[in-house]
């Protein structure tokens, strides 16, 4: 099955809505964020269903900010914007423990040296 521009879009909106990491199509144009719905959707035909890329250039570029990268730059800040800049680009993405537990240190040293 091939899988449009239209489609991409309209999973992209999906995914982002139901906070999806895949979405699949079938035939009938028919969304599900289950793998498995989606086959039984076509009685398991394989053809007649697909996953959709879902993931963006901005995304990936996203992804690649590790940890260990993240809390490198939270402890080299020297601004508490810097800080809370970091803070809500985690926690507009993978909301990692580590992450924001080292902003939020980070942010109450500053404070104190005010």
Known sequence: MEVTKEIKKQAKELASKFK??????NESGEFFTEEVN????????????????ISSNSEKSKESNKAD?????????????????????????KKRTTVLEAGAKKLETLKAAE
């Open 69 to 93: 990268e993240l809390i490198a730059a939270i402890e080299a800040a020297e601004t508490a914007e810097a800080v809370q800049a970091i803070i809500d680009a985690e926690n507009e993405g």
């Open 38 to 53: 989606a086959k039984q959707s076509v009685k398991g035909d394989k053809d007649k269903y697909a996953k959709v890329d």
């Open 20 to 25: 999806a990491k895949e979405i699949f199509v």
